[in-house]
């Protein structure tokens, strides 16, 4: 396959002072990501379904956004092996525990350093984007600065997928739905404008595919297009 050369990311120190809420709020959590998302957050579930509906073909280059501890980019790879995978994070402490996994699945991986709007890549240079749990993180003006970003990297045509907090869609979701909308910045997703949100950047075909009941809320699955 060929090679996919990646621009030179961002220095960490370049990033020093740039805030982000780490895994769960607190950043002695950070070891207990992967085994909250696998137990109360059926990550096993919505991650597969998100890879399926990306359709990510042989020599695609995929950027996992927030990429966590790379579960995602992993299994992204080892799904489709001749993609170039690219997981970026704005936390270092979860990017140390991604490098292992990487290592430990023996996946060849690009895992960068940096937030998700200010991206390290040029224009038009991804086929598809993948978002699992970042939005979430972000304040109202960083979703569309994020937002922002993505379509600028995507190549035309290329598809932004998301798994993310939704607008909770039967009676058992109202309340971990009303509780977690106060713990981070998941009142705009619970209200259910992120469909809004994607087409004031610019993508099209923008659609709800899943709706998924965790013990937090309901999860909801997104895919949006890039036109022409």
Request: charged share 25%; glycine share 4%.
């Amino acid at each position: 396959m060929k090679k996919h050369h990646l621009p030179q990311q961002k220095h960490k120190n370049e990033l020093k002072g740039v805030a982000f809420i780490p895994a769960f709020n607190q950043n002695f959590l950070t070891p207990l990501y992967d085994f909250m998302m696998k137990w109360a957050a059926r990550e096993s579930t919505f991650k597969p379904k998100l890879v399926e509906q990306a359709r990510i073909e042989k020599g695609q280059r995929v950027l996992d956004l927030g990429c966590g501890t790379a579960t995602l980019s992993i299994q992204i790879k080892k799904t489709v092996p001749e993609a170039a995978v690219v997981g970026l994070d704005a936390d270092p402490k979860i990017l140390d525990i991604a490098r292992s996994k990487a290592r430990s699945a023996d996946v060849q991986i690009t895992l960068d350093y940096g937030t998700s709007f200010d991206l390290p890549y040029p224009n038009k240079f991804f086929d598809r984007v993948v978002a699992s749990m970042l939005l979430h993180h972000l304040a109202p003006e960083d979703k569309i600065r994020t937002l922002k970003e993505v379509y600028r990297i995507l190549k035309t045509e290329g598809e932004l997928h998301i798994a993310d907090f939704g607008r909770p869609h039967n009676a058992f979701m109202k309340l971990p739905s009303y509780v977690i909308r106060h713990l981070e910045q998941t009142a705009d997703l619970v209200n259910g404008i992120l469909r809004n949100m994607l087409l004031s950047v610019g993508f099209e075909q923008v659609e709800e595919t899943a709706k998924f009941m965790t013990v937090f809320g309901t999860f909801t699955l997104y895919r949006a297009t890039k036109p022409k």
